[in-house]
């Protein structure tokens, strides 16, 4: 049996008066053959690398991506193709050494949210 500790924090961005950031780590365990791997990204438009969680246990798949300093849980949900992570409103979709990321609540009625594109580091120049 494999485990793997996660830890996340839970932050709201407007916090109500008298409420506390909180966190917690929590531990998931997997029977049989469960792998971690880690990859690097560049994104457009943004300075620093990113780094990026993938946990692969079968039928659990998850993605640990960074967002705002915070480090959140997506959880794989059905692609035509690729791997796509959903968490609350955000979307991280992957396929081979590229990556989409979109924050689906900056979309209006008129358009889509426009993802943000992100390369792993071996595709880094």
């Not at 929590?26 to 990113?50: H, K, S, W």
């Not at 915070?70 to 959903?86: C, P, Q, T």
């Not at 924050?103 to 009625?109: A, F, L, R, S, Y």
Request: net charge negative; with cysteine; glycine share 6%.
């Amino acid at each position: 049996m494999k485990s793997f500790a996660l830890a996340a924090c839970l932050a709201l961005a407007t916090l109500p008066a008298g409420a506390v950031e909180t966190s917690m780590q929590f531990v998931l365990e997997f029977e049989g053959n469960a792998q971690r791997d880690v990859l690097t990204y560049q994104c457009d438009g943004i300075e620093e690398p990113m780094t990026v969680h993938y946990i692969n246990a079968h039928p659990t798949f998850l993605a640990i991506v960074p967002v705002e300093g915070e480090d959140l849980i997506f959880v794989n949900v059905i692609s035509a193709s690729g791997a796509r992570y959903v968490s609350g409103q955000y979307e991280w979709w992957s396929r081979g050494n590229e990556a989409m990321f979109t924050n689906i609540m900056d979309g209006t009625e008129e358009a889509e949210a426009e993802p943000v594109t992100c390369h792993a580091a071996q595709d880094i120049p």
